[in-house]
């Protein structure tokens, strides 16, 4: 009788272990299923207004409606897009702040800037990202009405051609000196407050072109003020399909752009991260939403964790590569 009652006891304590085991296996399915149960923080590195923040909010409000939980875009500019980064690096892994990412992103990086987190380390890829395509424009009264005249006519500069920047460090400054690196002529990049404002110089003369996102200057290109060269995509864009890239015009090498993308801390739930990047890629490939943002002079772009996270190391080498060359200096 007593092994009998034993037996019993060792059933029923086998049978809990299994249950507890069970039940421990499937916590993190059970969790990401019931993500996300409360509002999601998504940090902006730049202000209101912007393309960053305008793209985010179309994300936020796709995804609130989806969860029926609100994703709250929360902006926090400063240092070159560290203050937002520094912030997400250190919150808690779980899928509540995540961090709408740009460019500098990897830049910062890249230049060995100082910042109390590390990109490898601290943050997880989730994807999918946002492309901003630079275009290279010049006033419509410039002789330069090709790729190669422009590249011929900086080159006979002898004190160097003039860009009129977005600001330092960003995706259009890295790419207008990789441009000149390439095709051989002196550049001298003038820095501004947003795209609105360089066109404004490019418009009055006082530069001799631009390298950066279109939006601004759609109207002027429409009125005839203003004259787009080429992009600079590994495909034209259908933010403007006019446009050659640089690949076509002999200058394959000249890849550089405005992106943003979705990051969340180091540790966050594998499960939650494939979640947000299936519904977040399924937020960009809806046609009405795609045109909005091609509108906005932005391409959406779905594509896995996995690439993500492939194009931002790619990012910090090939920005690295052209700052240790041309010895630039981004602070």
Known sequence: MLDVLRGGRLAKGLMAALVLAVGLALAPVAHADSYPSRPVKLVSPYGAGGSNDTSARVLADALSQKYGQQFVVENRPGAGTRVANELVAHAAPDGYTLLWAAAPFAINTAAGLKQRYDVARDFKPVGPR?????FLIVNAA????TLADFVKLAREKKDGITFASPGIGSGPHLTGELFAAQAGFKALTVHYKGDATAYTEL???RVDATLTAITSALPFIKAGKLRVLAVASEQRSPVYPDA?????????GVVGYGWFGLVAPAGTPDAIVRQLNRDASAVFADPAIRAKLHGLGLQPEPMSSAA??????GEVRKWGELIRRTGLVLE
């Open 308 to 313: 993500f996270g492939q194009f931002i190391d």
């Open 142 to 145: 410039s002789p330069a009405r």
């Open 203 to 205: 418009l009055a003369g």
């Open 130 to 134: 946002v492309v901003g395509p630079v």
């Open 244 to 252: 050659p890239t640089f690949a076509e015009q002999g200058h394959a």
